[in-house]
């Protein structure tokens, strides 16, 4: 019954390797996306796909990819991890790409660079 | 370029007391509002949102936020506070197209007993 839902749940990992964080929405939404939230809570967009398209990219890493299999499914592989990476992740999923709609958020998924 | 500012990281109000949670926003176009609320351990859900019509708009737990254009505010309150209500609450703004969409830094809110 999960709407949107995270794996894994906590990642602890060494700095320099890489690592892979799955997202999965089952609400039948066109849109989903990727949040940062970093120790002082603050919550900023990565990247967005509408209907398996990039649509938001914003100033990221190119250490940070995100793939779209599937308009369910937005994974995010983190290559070279560095310890400023250590944060809380969100995937989110919307109904379509226009501004007025609800996002709904998975669980997060808590990432420590040692 | 739009972006929203909430003032006050931290409220402390009594368990009764009423809540007021401040939200300003900068939108060159009419914006999209929204009052989001986390509680710890867990993703974002939506209290509440403005997109178009009457200007007072009612969310989930008895929270309410006035859209106010001439002030630029979206300030959430509610009338009485219950301890279940303690969690770090998020404004958020979007344009129209969705192209852009922004989080306020959020208020934890305490509530005491």
């Known amino acids: 019954d999960t709407a949107v839902s995270q794996t894994p749940k906590y990642l602890v990992t060494q700095m320099g390797n890489d690592k892979s964080i799955k997202c999965e929405q089952n609400l039948g939404h066109d849109t989903m996306y990727w949040y940062k939230q970093d120790s002082k809570k603050f919550l900023k967009i990565m990247f967005s796909y509408n209907n398996k398209e990039l649509i938001i990219n914003e100033t990221v890493p190119n250490r940070f990819s995100p793939k779209s299999p599937d308009k369910a499914h937005l994974n995010l592989h983190i290559n070279s991890l560095e310890l400023g990476d250590s944060a809380v992740y969100f995937c989110?999923?919307?109904?379509?790409?226009?501004?007025?709609?609800?996002?709904?958020f998975g669980p997060g998924t808590r990432l420590t660079v040692l | 370029a739009q972006s929203v500012t909430q003032l006050g990281s931290h409220v402390s109000v009594s368990e009764g007391a009423l809540v007021l949670l401040r939200c300003n926003y900068s939108s060159s176009v009419p914006p999209y509002l929204f009052w989001y609320v986390q509680y710890p351990n867990q993703g974002l859900q939506l209290l509440l949102k403005y997109t178009t019509g009457a200007t007072l708009v009612k969310g989930i737990n008895g929270f309410e936020a006035e859209f106010k254009k001439s002030e630029t505010s979206f300030h959430l309150t509610k009338p009485s506070a219950h301890m279940s209500d303690a969690a770090e609450y998020f404004c958020a703004v979007s344009d129209q197209a969705g192209n852009q969409f922004y989080f306020g830094t959020g208020t934890s809110l305490t509530v005491i007993p």
């Open positions: 989110a999923s919307s109904q379509s790409w226009t501004g007025d709609n609800e996002q709904f």
